[in-house]
């Protein structure tokens, strides 16, 4: 009967943090298509009405490597209740006042504080929960809640805009958070707050200025919507602060972003290096391959999203079993399967002639799904795995920060190269059509190559034996 009660309690808790982690991202993919929708409800122009997605980027971004420091003071149980709390009443304000553009913005950066402490948590409060010995299943649970939620999302935006109004976007978040602040209140044991690290105002200054001069100038360079001498010199400053920060990081014993993690955790510096190549190559994949679909394929916008379907399917299917696979402790070598896996298929757009049929673009981009399965989520855990349960939050909270990142970055300069390539090659003579061709098959041939590159370093975490806090 104990045994029953402790198996109910751990998968109370699974399913607290999951549905108010799903209900987040599945909000967040219904909006960014309402881009056009937002433009004719409010009367407003695109880079206004991008401000609704920048708003909730930029937020998350700022509040996931303060994280920590909530953490520190509150403890994780009170900290992600905190930040679900945070979720559902914004919600309910983004409900009630939905006719005022400004309030919707709002909503949407409080929205984007609550997920920057709600997705750090998640996966190291699950792992408080649950043994070891299933860590992969439960991290392959987690990504396909995720990923199911980034599928349906865009079809749930897409039908409350068409049939019923904009206020039921922000309602439908409210049940979830109800029952998840219910349950997390239940069923996950509370967390002494340690409060070891110093409230120090100046280092949270640097950081949060950095963060977002950093990613405004990086989300601006896109849209070029500002002179580019100012969107350099807001990227050159947001680097100086950052410099500034970790100068003064390094001095405390218990520094608000607990960086020196990579320094000591060999196989974890080591994973978020993978992981953070792995979101470059996805979401660079997110940019390259719809330009491909509609610009080479001539594929319609509908068909194009639907592409993206084997993949969510195959990942979904292969996160599990690789989560599986990783928990049996065999060989890992599966990973290294999954790598090259999604290396050549992105490898492949790179190498198909214009009239290939959809039958084999389709079976690429499952191919991609499966590869991505057995990788993304089977390497984070490996490297979480590495630190003690007193680090699990800021090793995430770090991790996700870098990831984040460093995919900004790389889209700003696929974006960049994307440009740049085709107008050279339409001024040397070669027709803009061939130009777009060509400019894409190079994109996917680095991406191919960048994922390739993580092969020798999978390698080396895979034939490691991995204790906790010990790596």
């Excluded at 607290?16 to 960014?32: E, G, H, Y």
């Excluded at 922000?170 to 239940?186: D, E, G, H, K, M």
């Excluded at 290294?336 to 389709?362: P, Y």
């Amino acid at each position: 009967m104990m045994l029953i009660t402790a198996l109910i309690k751990k998968h109370s808790a699974l399913i607290a943090i999951f549905i108010a982690a799903f209900s987040l991202v599945l909000t967040n993919s219904s909006i960014n298509i309402l881009l056009p929708s937002f433009m004719q409800i409010y009367g407003i122009n695109a880079t206004t009405a991008g401000w609704v997605i920048l708003a909730y980027l930029l937020s998350m971004t700022v509040t996931m490597p303060l994280t920590p420091l909530i953490v520190d003071r509150l403890g994780r149980k009170r900290a992600y209740i905190t930040g679900v709390a945070i979720y559902g009443l914004s919600s309910i304000i983004g409900g009630l006042f939905d006719q005022y553009v400004q309030l919707v913005l709002l909503v949407r950066c409080v929205h984007g504080i609550a997920g920057g402490i709600m997705i750090p948590l998640s996966l190291s409060l699950l792992f408080d929960v649950y043994e070891q010995q299933v860590h992969g299943r439960i991290a392959g649970i987690w990504g396909i809640q995720l990923t199911v939620a980034s599928i349906i999302g865009p079809t749930i935006g897409g039908l409350i805009i068409q049939f019923g109004q904009l206020q039921y976007l922000f309602w439908i978040n409210v049940p979830f958070a109800l029952v998840s602040l219910l349950l997390c209140a239940t069923q996950i044991d509370s967390y002494k707050a340690m409060r070891k690290k110093d409230m120090d105002m100046q280092g949270i200054l640097y950081l949060v200025l950095s963060i977002c001069m950093l990613s405004v100038s990086i989300q601006l360079l896109l849209k070029q919507v500002l002179p580019i001498w100012l969107l350099i010199g807001l990227l050159l400053g947001g680097i100086l602060l950052l410099l500034r920060f970790i100068r003064l990081e390094n001095k405390k014993r218990e520094p608000l972003l607990n960086y020196k993690l990579l320094k000591r955790k060999k196989i974890f510096a080591i994973s978020v290096l993978i992981a953070a190549i792995q979101d470059i190559v996805m979401l660079g994949a997110i940019f390259v391959l719809p330009l491909l679909f509609q610009e080479v394929y001539q594929l319609p916008s509908s068909v194009v999203g639907a592409m993206f379907i084997p993949t969510a399917i195959a990942t979904s299917l292969f996160m599990w079993l690789g989560g599986h696979w990783l928990d049996k402790g065999k060989s890992k070598n599966f990973i290294v399967i999954g790598i090259v896996i999604v290396a050549l298929s992105i490898l492949s757009f790179a190498l198909l002639s214009t009239s290939a049929s959809i039958i084999v673009l389709m079976l690429l981009m499952f191919g991609r799904g499966v590869g991505g399965g057995l990788s993304n989520m089977t390497v984070t855990t490996i490297g979480l795995h590495t630190l003690s349960q007193e680090e699990l939050h800021e090793g995430s909270a770090l991790a996700s920060t870098i990831e984040r990142f460093s995919s900004s970055f790389a889209i700003m300069l696929l974006t960049i190269y994307y440009d740049f390539r085709r107008n050279m090659l339409v001024n040397a003579g070669v027709s803009l059509a061939d130009a777009k061709w060509m400019a894409i098959k190079e994109e996917c041939m680095i991406l191919g190559s960048i994922m390739l590159v993580t092969v020798p370093f999978v390698f080396y975490i895979t034939r490691k034996r991995v204790d906790i806090g010990v790596h």
